[in-house]
């Protein structure tokens, strides 16, 4: 099984932004961006709220083209897709995942304190 993931060429600034204005889903690219190359199950994230909840989210960060859903198993592995966005959207990843790095108001994700790689 897969999931339908847009094409570099299909993500477009309206959508990334709209999606990462959201908390809840700047909080998971937050934690995606301290694992950077390592896929998390979406197990990982049950910080932020119910399955349900959290499934919208994943979902909604996936369809606008800001992670990757590999389907292994029972298993969703999800990635960042910095490199489709920094193709397209050069440096805005970075700027806002640094913004986000130190902001308090977003949920929490994780035991340890979130460590980014710039």
Known sequence: MTLPHPTAD????????????????LAIVRYLASKEGVP??????????????????????????VTRTEVVGTSRLITLRRDDLNARFPGLLDSVIAAAVDD???PAVGASEIEVRA
Do not use: M, W
């Not at 299909?10 to 889903?25: E, H």
């Not at 199950?41 to 909604?60: E, I, M, P, R, V």
């Open 40 to 65: 998390l199950n979406c197990s990982q994230f049950l910080d932020l709220g119910s399955k349900t909840n959290l499934s919208y989210h994943l979902a909604k960060l996936r369809e606008a083209g």
């Open 10 to 25: 299909q993500i477009s600034l309206p959508n990334v932004l709209a999606v990462l204005g959201d908390p809840t889903r």
């Open 104 to 106: 308090r108001a977003l």
